[in-house]
């Protein structure tokens, strides 16, 4: 009998370790492969697009907020991993009706380096778990000697439009945009607030950034907001590398490194 807690201090109870892995979390599904347990995943949501192959491999159960339950209790999990923010807490408690569920809840590096010593632990992968948290740590290390001297900017980072949406404090994109040296215009609202573009904020706003997701901001966007806002630079840039956690980290400081020398200018 082994117990565990998450990163919400839930004690999990397992009568073995775990082999047969529901991830309803795409960036987890990711971080599960890059520990090397992709053959134990069976089962994955719609938009667990990395990697490629992963949802022939594995069974598609629904996506984050909406899933089937009965393809769920189908596959027989040991465990299902969740997110406290992609899923909501009414799917993680019928999901714990099937079995033990581990939810994550990640607002910083620091978070994910934990969960990803938690999975080491969990799924007894402890030395390919250290080996990536070294990999992660030293590819911070050298992106903070890289922008060391760098001009800090005055940032919003739109994540949805209809309405417009932005991501405020407390958000592990905030983390990420801190991390870049960048200033977020809106980190004296809460996660993700609707905003106006006439908000006085994003009038201070040197750089306005649209992610590729959850909305999939395109180049006619960017054009709009460049004749509203002629004296800001606006940019697309890939949402995976700003909200994905885990093991994307280790791409997305390559990704932050080329936007800084190419993107900013």
Not at 20 to 43: A, H, M, N, W, Y
Not at 63 to 82: E, M, R
Not at 201 to 222: M, N, Q, R
């Amino acid at each position: 009998m082994m117990q565990v807690k998450d990163q919400l201090q839930r004690t999990l109870v397992f009568s073995k370790p775990p082999r047969r892995i529901v991830s309803l979390v795409p960036s987890l599904t990711e971080l599960i492969c890059d520990l090397g347990l992709k053959q134990s995943l069976v089962g994955v949501t719609k938009f667990c697009v990395h990697p490629e192959s992963i949802r022939t491999q594995a069974d598609v159960v629904g996506g984050t907020k909406q899933v089937h339950f009965n393809k769920i209790k189908a596959l027989q999990p040991d465990v299902i991993l969740c997110n406290k923010e992609e899923n909501t807490k009414a799917l993680v408690e019928s999901c714990a009706e099937i079995a033990p569920v581990h939810v994550s809840d990640l607002n910083n590096l620091d978070d994910c380096l934990e969960l990803i010593g938690m999975y080491g632990d969990l799924f007894e992968v402890e030395p390919k778990a250290l080996k990536l948290v070294s990999a992660i740590e030293e590819a911070h290390r050298n992106f903070k000697a890289f922008i060391k001297n760098k001009v800090s900017l005055k940032v919003a980072y739109f994540i949805w439009k209809d309405p417009w949406m932005v991501a405020a404090q407390n958000t592990f994109v905030d983390c990420l945009l801190k991390l870049n040296g960048f200033e977020n215009v809106f980190a004296n609202l809460e996660r993700y607030p609707e905003i106006a573009l006439d908000d006085i904020e994003l009038k201070e706003a040197d750089l306005i950034l649209l992610s590729s997701e959850p909305y999939p901001f395109k180049t006619a966007h960017k054009m709009t907001l460049e004749k509203q806002f002629p004296k800001t630079k606006v940019l697309l840039v890939d949402g995976e590398m700003f909200s994905w956690y885990g093991s994307r980290l280790l791409n997305a400081f390559d990704y932050f490194r080329h936007l800084h020398k190419h993107g900013l200018h």
